[in-house]
């Protein structure tokens, strides 16, 4: 009798103790859960101000390497523009000697007896394209031509036609005087088909001619 009633007394301690135990239990588990989350809410703050720090650090590089940059796109700038100077520069230059440039210079003289005779020319300076051949321009290309004839003579009555073919274009007319040295000059502005020849002749019969006169053609256009 004596160990049923100890017995009995003994089963709600243990109960007790059983519930005390489960309760300290479920609050240990309660507050590992808590500490779980807290350590997750934590990292996560950590990322986002690691985040945050990272984009900082990148906004600041993105503008040091746009201030360093902008020098350099600047030099870039001024070279393109100095190359573009250049080359507009080269294209300005004025020509160098080119034998494809049509052209010719030469000195006249001698002494002529007929009005069909033409006037030579003697020594040529320049030839340009080698279409006057020391009497006759014949026009390689079709143009607008210049003609200037300049003369010095001793002929009482002196003059020069300028011809395209066997038309008269202008005249370098000396006049009537004593037979001296006198001088003229005459210019003629035409437009050339290819083979189209251009000469000189005396206006009339006897002409003499110092060595300082001379004959130009150039093509202008």
Wanted: glycine share 8%.
């Amino acid at each position: 009798m004596v160990h049923f009633l100890n017995f009995v007394w003994f089963v709600p301690f243990v109960f007790k103790i059983v519930e005390k135990g489960s309760v300290y239990s479920l609050a240990v588990s309660n507050s590992s859960e808590e500490y779980g989350y807290y350590n997750i809410y934590n990292k996560i703050d950590s990322m986002q101000k690691a985040f945050q720090t990272l984009e900082t650090n990148v906004q600041r590089k993105n503008t040091m390497l746009r201030q360093i940059l902008q020098p350099i796109t600047k030099m870039n700038d001024n070279i393109e523009m100095s190359d573009q100077s250049s080359q507009e520069t080269k294209t300005v230059q004025p020509l160098q000697k080119n034998d494809t440039a049509v052209g010719f210079t030469t000195k006249l003289s001698g002494s002529y007896s007929s009005t069909s005779s033409n006037i030579r020319g003697s020594p040529i300076l320049y030839n340009g394209g080698n279409a006057y051949n020391g009497t006759v321009f014949t026009c390689p290309s079709p143009g607008l031509y210049l003609f200037h004839v300049s003369m010095i003579t001793s002929t009482e009555i002196g003059g020069i036609w300028i011809f395209k073919n066997s038309q008269q274009l202008t005249l370098a007319w000396a006049g009537v005087g004593d037979p001296q040295w006198n001088g003229a000059s005459v210019s003629a502005a035409v437009w050339l088909d290819v083979g189209d020849q251009v000469y000189l002749r005396p206006h009339d019969s006897t002409l003499r001619l110092d060595s300082n006169s001379a004959f130009t053609g150039v093509k202008i256009s």
